[in-house]
């Protein structure tokens, strides 16, 4: 393929991941106006499956050659899910590039609050492979430590449909490239294994990507201030982001308004009453 091909090519990709839900799916952008797509992109996009269950007896290999099924990673912290291939040239690096970024900018880690979990959707990538493209990125992230808490997982077809099917994640081999047309998402699971959150493209919000996964956790992580923000803030489904809630931000402002009001007064009485006790000392 040509540079300007891949180029080309590489710039679909990109825009077909930023669309979210089923539009990326759809055979056309409106009734009666022809898909302009490329064929190979048409029967490519992410479908949301917002509540719907993960495949955890699915079976695969992970990057210490043991067999392992995807419910492993499951039960006890949420789950970070990237659906990726690991000879992949071009859109999945730069997804798994802006995951690490993103991860730079939280003080939750791999292996603490969450767990993060690739799954190639090659299955001609082999344990070998995913070893050498966990240590690149554990290398990058720079909190060795936290090695335990990167999964990068291989495994026969069959096995790579079912998740691919549960996440709504659709792909396709171009023959004549020698590579996947897919989209680019990341997803946040819940501890049970139901898929709780897509955030699309391939560069991610610190702050929602720290919400979805106290949300998914049930709150079991976080702090106050997340639990303040997400009283003003929800997820919406459409665009993969966490948008004000108007209203409650008003609430919030007043609440906090009060809270003011009520500490100047507090501080205004006890100089008053300072003051009255020294002049009662002085007389």
């Known amino acids: 393929m040509t540079r300007r091909w891949r180029k080309r090519l590489a710039a679909l990709c990109l825009a077909l991941g930023a669309v979210p839900a089923q539009a990326a799916t759809e055979p056309g952008v409106q009734p009666g106006v022809a898909d302009v797509r490329p064929p190979a992109l048409r029967e490519v996009g992410i479908d949301q499956r917002l509540g719907e269950a993960l495949p955890l007896d699915a079976a695969f290999t992970d990057d210490h050659g043991r067999a392992v099924t995807l419910g492993d990673y499951f039960g006890r912290k949420p789950v970070v899910l990237v659906m990726t291939y690991f000879e992949c040239p071009m859109l999945c690096t730069l997804v798994l590039n802006g995951l690490g970024k993103t991860l730079k900018t939280m003080n939750f880690e791999p292996g603490k609050e969450f767990d993060v979990v690739a799954v190639s959707f090659d299955p001609r990538d082999t344990p070998e492979i995913a070893a050498r493209k966990k240590a690149a990125y554990v290398a990058d992230y720079g909190r060795v430590a936290t090695a335990d808490g990167w999964h990068f997982l291989t495994g026969e077809q069959a096995a790579i449909e079912r998740v691919a099917k549960a996440v709504g994640f659709h792909y396709r081999w171009v023959p004549e490239e020698k590579q996947f047309a897919h989209a680019a998402a990341i997803m946040v699971a ?94």
């Open 190 to 283: 819940t501890p049970g294994g139901k898929l709780a959150r897509y955030y699309y493209g391939v560069e991610y919000s610190g702050r929602d990507l720290r919400l979805g996964l106290v949300e998914a956790a049930d709150h079991k992580i976080g702090s106050a201030v997340d639990a303040l923000l997400l009283f003003c803030y929800r997820y919406d489904p459409a665009t993969g982001k966490y948008g004000a809630i108007a209203l409650n931000l008003v609430r919030a402002g007043g609440v906090a308004t009060v809270l003011a009001i009520g500490a100047f007064m507090t501080v205004m009485l006890r100089r008053e009453a300072v003051a009255e006790r020294r002049r009662k000392g002085s007389a």
